[in-house]
């Protein structure tokens, strides 16, 4: 190859590339699981507005002083209900919950009851009956280890659509008979419906007290229906100098653990399983980690196989990632590439990338459990990505991903 063709080369790759680059890197938005608002219907004053839009944070209804930091005084009394809007419609998906109510709920002897009916619609207007629940029932709600259930926390109530699907609208109304009512913290549709054939929203749960590295994740598949399922999360390792990547053998199970999962188990063999640089707690410092699509829980599965859209996957409680020296931000400089079935990628970081989407929460838990005598820290912070590219981008990525490969094949000929 002569000299010019060869910088002819160079330039057509450079712009390959940046095709693909600038694809990926427009294509994020916020998280679209959560309420964007709330409205009261006629006579109510419940003050969802305020405290139970986006992501849990540990803001409730009805605080009264007895919550997290929630400072609202408007109450969830008797007969009142409201209407929580989401940004993409809720998908109903079989074998699984569609629905997660999160709420504070106080442990024994706390006398807080509150019977909540939900209702749905996907037009606003037109609603239908799908659950009602009761919250002393999350007193007993064993999802976590002991002792949770003899202290005060925000549980979860899995709620199934029905017939229903394509939920826009969900509404709850207070059936107890006092203004003690509803501490709602947050109602998550588990798998909003996108226009995309890619599309994955990530949750990175910080575990443990602050100097502890410790995380979990999930990761929801929110590809349209027939989508591209996902093969493969890879784990790299931050650039901060001192921190290491360890403890990586995390296998992450096919269904939430918080809605009934028994402890210390996957409900079904299919998972992600850590396939390369699988190391134990203090093991040694390594680049990166790689989870892989399996069907046994155990070897790599078949090609073209993964978590299917609107599935989503996992860490058990028990089995959670670590990283030592983690001076800066939490995760700050860790790298992510979720890569799907059909080669396509998405890479990201967390310090610009994560935390540049800025959707932030406090996750499920008041206490930390070493001892029989659990330490109050507060809720752990939560952080949400979400990556839904606008129809057709994938597509003409992978074109220029070929381009490009088919231009570095001709510079080694």
């Excluded at 063709?5 to 160079?10: A, H, K, N, P, T």
């Excluded at 712009?15 to 938005?29: D, M, P, T």
Aim: net charge negative; aromatic share 8%; glycine share 10%.
């Amino acid at each position: 190859m002569n000299p010019k063709s060869l910088r002819v080369g160079r330039r057509a790759t450079g712009r390959a590339l940046l095709a693909v680059v600038s694809l990926l890197a427009r294509s994020a938005s916020a998280a679209t699981s959560y309420p964007i608002a709330a409205q009261d219907d006629p006579g109510s004053s419940t003050g969802a507005g305020i405290v139970a839009i986006g992501v849990p944070d540990y803001h409730f209804v009805n605080d009264a002083g007895l919550g997290f930091g929630g400072t609202d005084a408007d109450v969830f009394g008797p007969g009142e209900s409201t209407v929580l809007t989401f940004p993409a419609p809720i998908r109903n998906i079989a074998d699984q919950s569609d629905l997660l109510i999160s709420a504070f709920v106080g442990g024994t002897p706390a006398t807080d009851s509150a019977q909540v009916q939900v209702e749905v619609s996907s037009d606003g207007t037109n609603f239908a009956t799908v659950a009602t629940l009761d919250t002393a029932d999350g007193r007993d709600f064993l999802t976590y280890p002991l002792p949770e259930t003899a202290f005060s926390s925000v549980k979860h109530f899995a709620i199934e659509l029905g017939t229903a699907d394509l939920v826009t609208h969900v509404r709850l109304t207070n059936l107890a008979s006092t203004a003690e009512g509803l501490r709602l913290d947050a109602v998550e549709a588990l798998q909003p419906s996108t226009p995309s054939r890619y599309g994955f929203e990530i949750r990175f749960e910080k575990y443990r007290s602050d100097q502890d590295g410790r995380f979990m994740l999930r990761i929801k598949n929110t590809a349209a229906a027939g989508g591209v399922a996902i093969r493969e999360l890879r784990i790299e390792k931050s650039t901060s100098p001192g921190v290491n990547l360890e403890d990586t053998p995390t296998s992450l199970c096919a269904q939430r653990y918080q809605t009934g999962t028994p402890l210390g188990q996957c409900p079904e063999p299919a998972r992600f399983v850590c396939v390369e640089n699988c190391v134990l707690d203090n093991g040694p410092s390594i680049a990166f980690s790689r989870h892989v699509w399996s069907i046994d829980g155990v070897t790599e599965g078949p090609a073209g196989e993964g978590l299917e859209p609107g599935r989503q996957a996992m860490n058990l409680r028990s089995l959670s990632f670590d990283t030592d020296g983690t001076t800066l931000t939490f995760l700050g400089g860790f790298g992510f590439v979720v890569t799907f079935a059909d080669g396509f990628e998405h890479a990201f970081t967390f310090t610009e990338d994560v935390l540049g989407q800025a959707t932030e929460g406090a996750l499920f838990q008041k206490y930390l459990y070493f001892d029989a005598n659990p330490s109050a820290v507060g809720p752990r912070p939560v952080y949400y990505y979400e990556f839904v590219p606008e129809p057709g981008e994938g597509a003409a990525a992978l074109a220029a991903l070929a381009v490009l490969s088919m231009l570095v094949q001709k510079r080694g000929s």
